[in-house]
């Protein structure tokens, strides 16, 4: 039975982030819409504990017998422990060496390390421009989430000139009826609320705490005299950078209280925190796709967000954008958005109608075209050697 085999190293990331996300949704999805005949399974390094990589329907993970940091390395030098598999998916471009004859479809987020490399390490950013530049030349295609992220590629990476735009979905957990009703094992929303001390109104932002995210300027919007006096609840697990958002709020004036870092939460307490916000805000200086922008329209959130090429697209027009730096813009935009209830109501209208336009075994189906397409291919091209 032929095997598509996705490396699910990023769910045993110390901090998994959207990539993170992006591979268990896709994995998830590439389980309920596999063609017949066709199994999906996972390998993971030997960091961490593999339960974390276990996903419904999903077989494995196969551990493999090196640590995240030895395969990194030894991936340089193109020996990576070889994956049995007829297809190989990579959601991020850390990927195996396959056989001749194997498929290979490598996932690239965005190219950050090209436009915005000041906003990773320094290190970071090198490998990153390696690593892609390696998956242009070896595999079958590249999958970006936005045209943004393609247009940019094609500009810093001439040799990927197979490039496949395949968008994201939003989670059951967002969109499932039961969730407006219910949060974290199925309790009330209403306890959910109690639980995480939600105020009445407030703003979310959802990411990563790094500097790419843009949480300065947003605290310095905050900050403004023209800002709206609520309270902003941040939700995202602590990244590299050492941004420290109480450190943020203080040396730009914003009154204690008007800031509450709640770290990584449950799909389903973020789609209560979702669903009671004033707005979503995503000031971010750079962007693949989006995911909390998507996940916020799809939950009837307004969404005011930067001018980042992916998010502009991303929302074709249901949120607000702002100047990505501009804090005196933002802080305006915000005080409209939640002031005007007339425009913030046709925004959640606008945007779950944006929202209704992606969905996770829609990308699924895409990407698995890409494998059997490519298997097809190469039988064909076997066959026509043959005679």
């Known amino acids: 039975m032929p095997g598509?085999?996705?490396?699910?190293?990023?769910?045993?990331?110390?901090?998994?982030?959207?990539?993170?996300?992006?591979?268990?949704e896709l994995l998830r999805s590439l389980a309920a819409t596999a063609p017949a005949g066709w199994e999906v399974s996972t390998v993971v390094s030997s960091d961490g504990d593999p339960a974390r990589a276990e996903v419904d329907g999903v077989g494995g993970p196969e551990v493999l017998p090196?640590?995240?940091?030895?395969?990194?390395?030894?991936?340089?030098?193109?020996?990576?422990?070889?994956?049995?598999?007829?297809?190989?998916?990579?959601?991020?471009?850390?990927f195996p060496p396959v056989a001749s004859g194997r498929g290979l479809v490598v996932t690239v987020h965005d190219t950050v390390p090209w436009t915005h490399p000041e906003t990773l390490?320094?290190?970071?950013?090198?490998?990153?421009?390696?690593?892609?530049?390696?998956?242009?030349?070896?595999?079958?295609?590249?999958?970006?989430?936005?045209?943004?992220?393609?247009?940019?590629?094609r500009r810093n990476v001439p040799s990927a000139t197979r490039i496949e735009v395949i968008g994201e979905g939003v989670s059951t957990a967002v969109l499932s009826p039961g969730t407006a009703e219910a949060g974290e094992s199925g309790e009330p929303a209403e306890e959910t609320a109690r639980r995480l001390r939600l105020p009445p109104r407030y703003l979310l932002a959802v990411g990563t705490i790094e500097p790419r995210k843009g949480y300065e300027w947003l605290i310095r919007a905050l900050a403004a005299?023209?800002?709206?006096?609520?309270?902003?609840?941040?939700?995202?697990?602590?990244?590299?950078?050492?941004?420290?958002?109480?450190?943020?709020?203080?040396?730009?004036?914003?009154?204690?209280?008007?800031?509450?870092?709640?770290?990584?939460?449950?799909?389903?307490?973020?789609?209560?925190?979702?669903?009671?916000?004033?707005?979503?805000?995503?000031?971010?200086?750079?962007?693949?796709?989006?995911?909390?922008?998507?996940?916020?329209?799809?939950?009837?959130?307004?969404?005011?967000?930067?001018?980042?090429?992916?998010?502009?697209?991303?929302?074709?027009?249901?949120?607000?954008?702002?100047?990505?730096?501009?804090?005196?813009?933002?802080?305006?935009?915000?005080?409209?958005?939640?002031?005007?209830?007339?425009?913030?109501?046709?925004?959640?209208?606008?945007?779950?109608?944006r929202a209704r336009r992606f969905d996770w075994h829609e990308t699924a189906r895409r990407v698995w075209r890409l494998h059997t397409g490519a298997a097809d291919a190469r039988q064909r091209h076997r066959h026509s050697g043959i005679r």
């Open 4 to 24: 598509l085999v996705v490396v699910a190293e990023q769910l045993l990331a110390p901090v998994p982030g959207g990539t993170g996300r992006y591979t268990r």
């Open 66 to 94: 090196l640590p995240r940091r030895a395969l990194t390395l030894v991936w340089q030098y193109g020996r990576w422990p070889r994956v049995s598999a007829d297809s190989v998916h990579a959601p991020t471009p850390l």
């Open 121 to 153: 390490t320094a290190r970071g950013a090198v490998w990153h421009r390696r690593a892609v530049s390696r998956a242009a030349r070896k595999a079958d295609s590249l999958v970006v989430p936005t045209e943004a992220v393609a247009v940019d590629l």
């Open 225 to 353: 005299p023209e800002a709206p006096d609520v309270p902003l609840l941040v939700v995202g697990a602590p990244g590299w950078g050492d941004v420290s958002l109480s450190d943020l709020a203080a040396r730009h004036g914003l009154p204690p209280g008007r800031l509450r870092y709640l770290g990584p939460v449950a799909d389903s307490d973020l789609a209560v925190l979702l669903r009671r916000s004033a707005a979503l805000v995503a000031p971010s200086m750079a962007e693949g796709f989006g995911l909390p922008v998507l996940e916020a329209m799809a939950a009837g959130t307004p969404v005011v967000h930067s001018d980042a090429p992916a998010l502009v697209e991303l929302a074709d027009g249901a949120g607000v954008t702002v100047p990505r730096t501009d804090a005196a813009a933002l802080a305006l935009a915000l005080r409209e958005v939640l002031d005007d209830r007339r425009r913030s109501a046709g925004m959640i209208e606008a945007g779950r109608s």
